[in-house]
């Protein structure tokens, strides 16, 4: 059946063809599902509860003796706590949901069903990536962001200086990307969700053990990238080293995404 | 004719292999356009690996093939523009009802008009009988619900070569005749191969057979040729009493090509191979009951069944 059957064919390449069909139907999983307003709830809990906890709730703690529980700078612990910890929850999060993606397809045939149509294998995968990168960076990223950005200005009395803080969530934003990467990649690799979740969660939770012995090592991972956000969005200064897991962690998200693509293409069914 | 156009899928010596387990031995494939090709073999014996290979799911451990002249390794994007199918276990978003899943399925290939894309969506509901269930999300569907949504998908582009695999396997006899309905609508347009296991089925709608065991092809051709078998005609007897004088007596005719007697309950079943029918006719039983103590309890020519052939063969090729 062809265009002389009044038909419009779908043309593309050996990378593109199938991606828009693809894309549309990752993107409903989130859009057009309970996903993205449960996640929205979560996020806006998790990162901007933590901002508003530190910013308006520890500062009216005091202790036993009647001195206050913190002696920090609110907006420095508030900035700390939504890079650093919210980070590694990014990172935690996104692993849990997107350890299934492809784990689930290849397990259940709808992979086979799909890729049996005129569907590039890596359209399949970039279909996946490109959606769901979309879907983290908006709802779990930048809906949290604004709000801990309104609590910040609310609390410092004046817009606190945009610059810089989107520079900081920038430098989460490719944190928690890495681990999107990581994870869609191992999805191709490997055919256990438990595999999936160990090694992203080594690599996290190893990480932040690892830069305190092997600080040097760590430089050229991403696992220093949250602290390092939360400093580009104080307006510190940035050591020349640091810049090292700012041009390190994209190539690694990199390495991983080609690595997918290349196993996929002969992953057997 | 042009002989690249004669046949819709050739292979040859196509071979799989997964570590130390070689699933397909050296296949040697040629499917005629437009015909109905039944794919038989015990479980296990290449098939589904077969039809992987063809449509590009996995990569060949040696050999290669077309399918209509495209190489199955480095074509097959453009060959399944123009093939429809039907896994053996057919699995859908189960979030999707049937039409989604077909709307869907019909995107790969048209980007519209979506009236017409609407259209063919409809008619392929109806034609596979899952039109009353159009629009329940498909992780409710029983096995035979999802398999006719699969046979409703695999024609969606109206393709040149239906590959399915399986297809009647989950259905009750009422869907399985429409499945065989459905294919032989289809004959005037496509060319169909199918693994099935069902062997009635072959006999009713297929003109060729492929019988593969153990990854290795063992017979392919017409479905009569197989049918008329290699001995020709045979001709089956049961007898009681003293048989040995009548087998000398059978076994100096030049007109048998073989003979088999085996006791059965102590009555004996003879199975007489003859390469001259009519001397076979009036000679035969009358050459039986020369001995008066020889009665004979049934005599007739052995018609043949797809399912002693495909028996014979696998039997023979395990040996």
């Given at each position: 059946?062809?265009?002389?059957?009044?038909?419009?064919?779908?043309?593309?390449?050996?990378?593109t063809?199938?991606?828009?069909?693809?894309?549309a139907?990752?993107?409903?999983?989130?859009?057009?599902?309970?996903?993205?307003?449960?996640?929205?709830?979560?996020?806006?809990?998790?990162?901007?509860?933590?901002?508003?906890?530190?910013?308006?709730?520890?500062?009216?703690?005091?202790?036993p003796?009647?001195?206050?529980?913190?002696?920090?700078?609110?907006?420095?612990?508030?900035?700390?706590?939504?890079?650093?910890?919210?980070?590694?929850?990014?990172?935690?999060?996104?692993?849990?949901?997107?350890?299934?993606?492809?784990v689930?397809?290849?397990?259940?045939?709808?992979?086979?069903?799909?890729?049996?149509?005129?569907?590039?294998?890596?359209?399949?995968?970039?279909?996946?990536l490109?959606?769901?990168?979309?879907?983290?960076?908006?709802?779990?990223?930048?809906?949290?962001?604004?709000?801990?950005?309104?609590?910040?200005?609310?609390?410092?009395?004046?817009?606190?200086?945009?610059?810089?803080?989107?520079?900081?969530?920038?430098?989460?934003?490719?944190?928690?990307?890495?681990?999107?990467?990581?994870?869609?990649?191992?999805?191709?690799?490997?055919?256990?969700?438990?595999?999936?979740?160990?090694?992203?969660?080594?690599?996290?939770?190893?990480?932040s053990?690892?830069?305190?012995?092997?600080?040097?090592?760590?430089?050229?991972?991403?696992?220093?990238?949250?602290?390092?956000?939360?400093?580009?969005?104080?307006?510190?200064?940035?050591?020349?080293?640091?810049?090292?897991?700012?041009?390190?962690?994209?190539?690694?998200?990199?390495?991983?995404?080609?690595?997918?693509?290349?196993?996929?293409?002969?992953?057997?069914? | 004719?042009?002989?690249?156009?004669?046949?819709?899928?050739?292979?040859?010596?196509?071979?799989?292999?997964?570590?130390?387990?070689?699933?397909?031995?050296?296949?040697?494939?040629?499917?005629?356009?437009?015909?109905?090709?039944?794919?038989l073999?015990?479980?296990?014996?290449?098939?589904?690996?077969?039809?992987?290979?063809?449509?590009?799911?996995?990569?060949?451990?040696?050999?290669?093939?077309?399918?209509?002249?495209?190489?199955?390794?480095?074509?097959?994007?453009?060959?399944r523009?123009?093939?429809?199918?039907?896994?053996?276990?057919?699995?859908?978003?189960?979030?999707?009802?049937?039409?989604?899943?077909?709307?869907?399925?019909?995107?790969?290939?048209?980007?519209?008009?979506?009236?017409?894309?609407?259209?063919?969506?409809?008619?392929?509901?109806?034609?596979?009988?899952?039109?009353?269930?159009?629009?329940?999300?498909?992780?409710?569907?029983s096995?035979?619900?999802?398999?006719?949504?699969?046979?409703?998908?695999?024609?969606?582009?109206?393709?040149?070569?239906?590959?399915?695999?399986?297809?009647?396997?989950?259905?009750?006899?009422m869907?399985?005749?429409?499945?065989?309905?459905?294919?032989?609508?289809?004959?005037?347009?496509?060319?169909?191969?199918?693994?099935?296991?069902?062997?009635?089925?072959?006999?009713?709608?297929?003109?060729?057979?492929?019988?593969?065991?153990?990854?290795?092809?063992?017979?392919?051709?017409?479905?009569?040729?197989?049918?008329?078998?290699?001995?020709?005609?045979?001709?089956?007897?049961?007898?009681?009493?003293?048989?040995?004088?009548?087998?000398?007596?059978?076994?100096?005719?030049?007109?048998?090509?073989?003979?088999?007697?085996?006791?059965?309950?102590?009555?004996?079943?003879?199975?007489?191979?003859?390469?001259?029918?009519?001397?076979?006719q009036?000679?035969?039983?009358?050459?039986v009951?020369?001995?008066?103590?020889?009665?004979?309890?049934?005599?007739?020519?052995?018609?043949?069944?797809?399912?002693?052939?495909?028996?014979?063969?696998?039997?023979?090729?395990?040996?």
């Open positions: 059946m062809t265009a002389a059957n009044g038909f419009e064919r779908v043309e593309g390449n050996s990378w063809l199938g991606f828009g069909n693809l894309f139907r990752e993107n409903r999983k989130w859009w057009a599902s309970r996903r993205w307003w449960v996640q929205a709830v979560i996020w806006l809990v998790i990162l901007v509860g933590l901002v508003g906890l530190v910013l308006f709730v520890v500062p009216t703690l005091t202790a003796d009647g001195s206050a529980v913190s002696q920090e700078d609110p907006i420095m612990s508030a900035l700390q706590g939504f890079f650093g910890l919210g980070g590694m929850a990014l990172a935690i999060g996104i692993t849990i949901l997107m350890q299934d993606e492809l689930a397809e290849k397990q259940a045939g709808t992979a086979e069903w799909v890729l049996s149509k005129p569907v590039s294998r890596a359209a399949f995968f970039l279909a996946k490109v959606a769901h990168t979309t879907g983290m960076l908006l709802v779990m990223l930048a809906l949290p962001s604004l709000g801990a950005y309104a609590l910040l200005t609310v609390y410092s009395g004046a817009p606190y200086p945009l610059a810089p803080f989107l520079a900081g969530v920038a430098l989460l934003a490719m944190h928690t990307f890495f681990y999107l990467a990581l994870t869609l990649m191992l999805g191709v690799l490997v055919e256990r969700r438990e595999v999936i979740l160990a090694v992203a969660m080594v690599s996290l939770l190893g990480g053990l690892i830069r305190n012995f092997l600080p040097t090592l760590s430089l050229i991972t991403p696992w220093f990238l949250p602290d390092v956000g939360g400093l580009v969005a104080m307006g510190a200064e940035l050591p020349a080293q640091f810049l090292l897991p700012i041009v390190a962690t994209p190539i690694w998200s990199l390495v991983f995404i080609i690595v997918a693509l290349r196993f996929f293409r002969r992953y057997e069914f | 004719m042009d002989i690249s156009n004669q046949f819709v899928i050739e292979t040859k010596g196509l071979s799989k292999s997964f570590g130390e387990v070689h699933a397909l031995k050296s296949l040697d494939l040629a499917v005629p356009r437009n015909s109905i090709v039944g794919f073999g015990p479980n296990g014996a290449g098939k589904t690996t077969a039809i992987r290979l063809l449509l590009g799911l996995n990569q060949p451990s040696a050999g290669g093939g077309q399918i209509f002249g495209l190489d199955i390794a480095s074509q097959n994007l453009e060959i523009r123009r093939v429809g199918y039907l896994a053996q276990s057919p699995r859908f978003y189960d979030d999707m009802t049937a039409r989604e899943t077909l709307r869907f399925t019909a995107r790969f290939f048209f980007r519209g008009p979506k009236a017409k894309i609407e259209a063919r969506v409809s008619e392929m509901l109806d034609l596979a009988g899952v039109a009353d269930k159009a629009d329940r999300p498909t992780r409710g569907f096995g035979g619900e999802r398999q006719r949504l699969g046979i409703a998908q695999a024609q969606i582009n109206d393709p040149e070569l239906l590959i399915l695999d399986e297809p009647a396997a989950a259905l009750d006899p869907g399985r005749q429409d499945v065989l309905r459905i294919m032989e609508q289809l004959r005037q347009r496509a060319t169909i191969f199918y693994s099935t296991h069902i062997l009635d089925d072959v006999q009713r709608v297929s003109d060729r057979v492929v019988i593969l065991n153990r990854g290795e092809l063992v017979a392919q051709g017409p479905v009569e040729t197989l049918l008329a078998g290699e001995q020709g005609v045979v001709y089956s007897l049961v007898t009681h009493g003293e048989p040995d004088p009548a087998r000398q007596r059978l076994a100096a005719q030049p007109w048998i090509s073989n003979l088999h007697l085996a006791q059965i309950n102590g009555d004996y079943r003879w199975t007489v191979a003859v390469n001259d029918p009519a001397a076979a009036a000679q035969l039983l009358r050459l009951m020369q001995d008066d103590w020889i009665e004979v309890l049934e005599y007739g020519q052995q018609k043949l069944e797809l399912e002693e052939i495909f028996m014979r063969l696998v039997q023979e090729n395990e040996k």
